[in-house]
Structures are given as structure tokens and as C-alpha cells.
């Protein structure tokens, strides 16, 4: 649906009133380009141009993407594998269900 607004410093008012079923929504805007200070004949998109990092930042970010993304691959192990865990913190799982169990009123 094409709907017609108003940018005012910062904010889209429609001509119109329009009742939408959600408080935030995700809209594409359509701007002349002589009104965008970022025009795209400058070689940049205007989106792009507000996310530009330095060298170094974007590095760093490539290598904390790294080590999640070897995280997220790495796959889960068999419960045959997994150490048992202490009796101290047997007890203490134990003992939190118990108070659990307690405040439920079971």
C-alpha cells in the first residue's frame, strides 16, 4: 500500500490517518535524490554511509564473528561424553528443585 508522509526533522507524519496493527514497523521510503545529502550518485548508498568503522573495528568484528560462528558449528557432545558432574553440585541441584517444589506449594 502506498501511503503519503511528511519528514519533519526526524519523523514520518502521514497526510492522512492510518491506523496500522503494530507500534513499530519497518517501511521503505522513497527520496528524490536532490534532497539526500549522501545521494547514491556519490558512489555510496546514504544506509551505508551511516555504518562506515574504521579499519581496526571492523577487523575486530570479523574476528569476534569468527569464534561465534566456531561456536554456533561446533556440534553438541553425546551425554555418554559428558563428565559427572560433583556431588556437591548434585546436592545443590537437588536441594534448589526442593525449594522449588516447596514454594509451589507441592
Known amino acids: ?18 491506523q496500522l496493527r503494530r507500534g513499530r514497523l519497518r517501511l521503505l521510503v522513497e527520496v528524490p535524490d536532490d534532497e539526500v545529502l549522501d545521494s547514491p550518485a556519490s ?7 551511516a555504518y ?3 579499519p581496526e573495528v571492523m577487523a575486530m568484528a570479523r574476528v569476534a564473528e569468527e569464534r561465534l560462528d566456531q561456536i554456533r558449528n561446533t556440534p553438541l557432545q553425546e ?25 509451589n506449594g507441592r
Open 43 to 49: 558512489g555510496m548508498e546514504p544506509q551505508e554511509a
Open 79 to 103: 551425554e555418554t561424553e559428558l563428565p559427572s558432574p560433583p556431588a556437591k553440585q548434585v546436592d545443590r541441584i537437588a536441594a534448589m528443585a526442593f525449594r522449588n517444589e516447596c514454594r
Open 1 to 18: 500500500m502506498r501511503l503519503e508522509a511528511i519528514y519533519d526533522h526526524g519523523h514520518l507524519e502521514f497526510t492522512h490517518p492510518v
Open 52 to 54: 562506515v568503522l574504521p
